[in-house]
T-cell receptor
Framework: GAVVSQHPSWVICKSGTSVKIECRSL??????MFWYRQFPKQSLMLMAT?????????EQGVEKDKFLINHASLTLSTLTVTSAHPEDSSFYIC????????????FGEGSWLTVV | KNEVEQSPQNLTAQEGEFITINCSYS?????LHWLQQHPGGGIVSLFM???GKKKHGRLIATINIQEKHSSLHITASHPRDSAVYIC?????????FGTGTSLTVIP
């Protein structure tokens, strides 16, 4: 069964609005989750590392005020795309690694965001 | 930063063919993962390797730590194997991803 649940799978929003994407760890407590963005035909790009109970660590070039990450509990991390623009349209996916099982990676199902 | 390169970028095969996808990386790693991404976007982890070879059904993954190289093999390929295969290396606390190999298996 799924280890990581991500939703929504698809979302269309208007320019200027905000969209929240949730990533839940179903089977174990995840102190760290990763958020990635993927443009068509390109590889996964790490946006930020979400740490439970503390501020996220953002990769260079990722605007922390635009992509708000909240990791309020050991099983939930959220990514909010604020004031979305069409260029934010992309595939967003979260992942976590289960250190208790030898660092196996688990990914959410991903979220397709289209900003119109 | 760890540079991860995959080849080929695109691969079309006839059903039943033996397929090899290659991955090389620039800096020593703690683990290498082979991932499969289907057209809908979902990603599943196929293998995690730190040395040697692993086999799961028709899939075989090998890694050569000295040469910083890994291969993913698919025996008796099937159309349902059509997907993007991504190599990911763990270096420290971060993962670095290859650009993926898009595989299409034709019946």
């Amino acid at each position: 069964g799924a280890v990581v649940s991500q939703h929504p799978s698809w979302v269309i929003c208007k320019s200027g609005t905000s969209v929240k994407i949730e990533c839940r760890s179903l089977d174990f407590q995840a102190t760290t989750m990763f958020w990635y963005r993927q443009f068509p035909k390109q590889s996964l790009m790490l946006m930020a590392t979400s740490n439970e109970g503390s501020k996220a660590t953002y990769e260079q070039g990722v605007e922390k005020d635009k992509f708000l990450i909240n990791h309020a509990s050991l099983t939930l991390s959220t990514l909010t795309v604020t004031s979305a623009h069409p260029e934010d349209s992309s595939f967003y996916i979260c992942s976590l690694d289960d250190r208790s099982s030898g660092n196996t990676i688990y990914f959410g199902e991903g979220s397709w965001l289209t900003v119109v | 930063k760890n540079e991860v390169e995959q080849s080929p970028q695109n691969l079309t095969a006839q059903e039943g063919e033996f397929i090899t996808i290659n991955c090389s990386y620039s800096v020593g790693i703690s683990a290498l993962h082979w991932l499969q991404q289907h057209p809908g976007g979902g990603i599943v982890s196929l293998f995690m390797l730190s040395s040697g070879k692993k086999k799961h059904g028709r899939l075989i993954a090998t890694i050569n730590i000295q040469e910083k190289h890994s291969s993913l093999h698919i025996t008796a390929s099937h159309p349902r194997d059509s997907a993007v295969y991504i190599c990911a290396v763990r270096w420290g606390n971060q993962f670095y991803f290859g650009t993926g190999t898009s595989l299409t298996v034709i019946p």
